[in-house]
DNA sequence: CGGGATCGCGTGAACGCTAACATTTCGAGA
DNA sequence: TCTCGAAATGTTAGCGTTCACGCGATCCCG
């Protein structure tokens, strides 16, 4: 900077104005400083520049695991939404859903002194990893407990399951099973509780869930369980990737779908409209919950301690071909995917 | 720091020694700072130790659309090893595929202070892109030109397109149709690339390849036109996805894979062992990607300048049920996903 | 028992920048 | 022409570290 000021023969100072458009620069003297700078190169030290402001411009976000479709949108969400206001997002991810995992991560974006922190990992064991933290640090937590004292945005689980449950209740069938996901996500038992409840509310029978790991693998494993069950019609699937296995074992088992058995699936994953058949499914928007995630950071980075705010994002009921009425209603429609 | 300092009743220097677990400190003396670090609460500060070092240990990786699956899983990879090596890692995405939007992300992460980059953006225009780039930034490219004179990490594009169309031509088709990647990609380039060599050295006709964009739309688009041409026996879709698509259409059009027609795709997501069929496909190290690229980019920093390196991953021919010899041999086979 | 090597620790400066204040320059009105 | 205030620019200090020294205490060996 100062090999800057003296070929403009101008101080430190009036190029550090110069830099960050400050007023009180005489418009000759500017573009003067501004030649400079392009003659030698020059760039800001950021280091420097967070040293003696305190703010470091970055973000930290603590993904579990971001190879999953929803985490990798929202952090897609997050880093294009940090891109408009400025600010770099580095990423730490988890090694294991364990509390002492959480306080690492995060304390390891601290140390590198981000400003503000989101985490995607909708896991129960967050809620109190939260607990212990440093309270002054801005904190979004992406589907986190809404009992926190954080701020959280959510999608709508309980909604979606509700849509997805009642869609299939809708068609005739008596009850609905249901593949759910990890016991240690929040999202799994939301998605659990909302199938449940509108079983319930219907009066409809509540089988036992199966469990899984939002894999297909375990999608397969429960699939090839439910095919052999002939009094089962309805399937609800805690993700795509698990309906993908399911619909695997009832292809194996000689069960079509949805001739013999409809089945949901959640997450709307780009391929989900065709697959064999094209999946009946719960679009969840990931890029709004990145957006409105770094929105809710930005606020607390800005405005300090405020009351803890919680957003929803609404999730959306695609129809495909992966749902009919019940009694089979002959040959199953065939239609192109729809999207 | 000072702070600490008084606190143990020895100068802000031995503090730093502690922290930084440098020798020449008296155990009872180390004990005494650490209970003060520990009391204070004490973190030390990132900037000051970033201008102070010249070292921000922070890596910057760009990316073009961190929502597929091969640059989320390769991204994972490399910010998994990054901690093992005590780097941050801070992403920046690409708006469009143009070379400004190259060079402004690199831009972006120089200015925030990153030791060196990843380029995980296996554009064509890339290289062109990295020629008037600071020299003296480590770099790396994932899926980079191979004429670049910059570190490469590369997976055997060539060699897994070979392996697919060799698998398909062993069954006794006559020739392989092929749906391609876009065309400003470099992987989605040298995918075709192998499809023709290995055709051309076989002595089969070349069918003009179908164009394609990643997507499992455009894979359905593509297996439309394919469906309705009856001479068409084996296909070789460039990535996972598309085959998806594919598998779809040719499923409206009732042709049955691999009884009439035989698809192999390429990635190995995790879902393609559930897809009906279970999809023989091209699997590719993601993990191993990430990994190397980080130890090249480390090396780099470490070493300082040095001739160009140039690192091949090797994929895997994963078999499974979408492929089978020609004439179709009655009843496909129906076993259960191998994985 | 003396002297040089080693150990343990402290002092001062510097990294590159911005905040706060000080100073100069300039133009307008009396 | 002089005065005064605003605009333009300069000066100084300090952000929290680490680095390069320096200095006293301790140790070992002849």
New interface residues.
């Given amino acids: 900077m100062m090999d800057v000021a003296i070929l403009a023969g101008v101080s430190h100072q009036t190029v550090s104005r110069v830099v960050n458009a400050l007023p009180g620069v005489k418009p000759t003297t500017r573009v003067r400083v501004l030649a400079a700078i392009e003659q030698l190169g020059y760039?800001?030290?950021?280091?420097?520049r967070?040293?003696v402001t305190g703010r470091?411009?970055?973000l930290g976000v603590v993904t579990l695991?971001?190879?999953l479709?929803g985490p990798?949108?929202t952090?897609?969400g997050i880093?294009?939404a940090a891109?408009e206001s400025k600010y770099?997002?580095?990423?730490?991810?988890l090694?294991s859903t364990e509390r002492p995992a959480v306080r690492q991560a995060i304390g390891?974006l601290?140390?590198?002194?981000v400003e503000g922190v989101v985490i995607i990992a909708p896991l129960v064991a967050l809620a109190e990893a939260l607990a212990d933290l440093p309270t002054d640090l801005p904190i979004v937590a992406v589907e986190g407990d809404a009992d926190a004292d954080i701020d959280v945005v959510t999608v709508g689980q309980d909604a979606g399951a509700h849509a997805a449950t009642a869609h299939l209740l809708s068609l005739g069938h008596q009850t609905v099973w249901h593949v759910a996901g990890p016991t240690d996500w929040l999202e799994a038992r939301q998605r659990t509780a909302g199938w449940r409840r509108t079983l319930e509310e219907a009066g409809a029978e509540v089988p036992p869930p199966l469990p899984g790991d939002w894999?297909?693998?375990s999608?397969?494993d429960a699939g090839r369980v439910l095919a052999r069950m002939p009094d089962v019609t309805a399937i609800f699937a805690a993700n795509d990737?698990m309906a993908?296995?399911i619909?695997?074992a009832f292809?194996?088992a000689g069960r079509p779908i949805p001739g013999a058995v409809s089945l949901v699936g959640f997450d709307d994953v780009?391929?989900a409209?065709?697959?064999?058949p094209?999946l009946t499914t719960i679009r969840q928007d990931f890029g709004e919950v990145g957006r409105r995630s770094l929105a809710l950071l930005l606020d607390q980075i800005e405005a300090g301690s405020r009351p803890a705010q919680r957003h929803v994002v609404e999730t959306t009921l695609v129809v495909r071909d992966s749902t009919a009425s019940t009694p089979a209603a002959g040959q199953p429609r065939?239609r192109?995917?729809s999207?």
């Fill in positions: 760039r800001r030290n950021s280091a420097a967070a040293l470091s411009q970055t695991n971001s190879t479709y990798a949108s952090l897609y880093e294009q891109l770099f997002v580095t990423v730490a991810s090694r390891r601290v140390d590198q002194g894999s297909a693998r999608g397969y990737s993908v296995g619909m695997r292809h194996e780009p391929e409209a065709y697959y064999s094209p065939r192109r995917p999207r």
